[in-house]
């Protein structure tokens, strides 16, 4: 499935989509940016109430598919900017991170 399909399937806010074509191999929730960094596997689809411009390192860092900003958290638009620049799909949902995960679970 890609971030684009994915996207569409789970009826996610798009926030940044310059790649919507990247395969989507897994989910990972977290909120502690070093633990993401340590455990998260490339092509995931990143769960997380952060919005902080770190996100958009942790994400290119780790080639992740996308990050799902979840809970209604509010995006600025200086990291909506950044994520563009450096090519990181957001996407953003009110759904619980619990639920988003056992969405994003089911279709993938």
Same mark, same amino acid.
């Given at each position: 499935?890609?971030? @684009?399909?994915? $996207?569409?399937?789970?009826? +996610?806010?798009?926030? @940044?989509?310059?790649? #919507?074509?990247? #395969?989507?191999?897994?989910?990972?929730?977290?909120? +502690? +940016? =070093?633990?993401?960094?340590?455990?998260?596997?490339?092509?995931?689809?990143?769960?997380?109430?952060?919005?902080?411009?770190?996100?958009? $390192?942790?994400?290119? !860092? %780790?080639?992740?598919?996308?990050? %799902?900003?979840?809970?209604? =958290?509010?995006? #600025?638009?200086?990291?909506?900017? !950044?994520?563009?620049?450096?090519?990181?799909?957001?996407? $953003?949902?009110? !759904? #619980?991170?619990?639920?988003?995960? $056992?969405?994003? @679970?089911?279709?993938?």
């Amino acid at each position: 499935m890609t971030v @684009s399909e994915l $996207a569409n399937a789970a009826g +996610l806010q798009v926030v @940044s989509m310059p790649s #919507p074509d990247a #395969p989507v191999e897994c989910g990972y929730a977290g909120d +502690l +940016l =070093s633990w993401v960094m340590g455990n998260a596997q490339q092509g995931c689809a990143w769960m997380t109430i952060m919005t902080n411009r770190n996100i958009v $390192a942790v994400a290119e !860092l %780790i080639d992740m598919a996308c990050i %799902i900003v979840t809970e209604g =958290s509010d995006i #600025p638009d200086d990291v909506a900017a !950044l994520a563009k620049d450096k090519g990181i799909n957001v996407l $953003a949902t009110e !759904l #619980p991170t619990y639920e988003m995960c $056992a969405k994003v @679970s089911g279709l993938i």
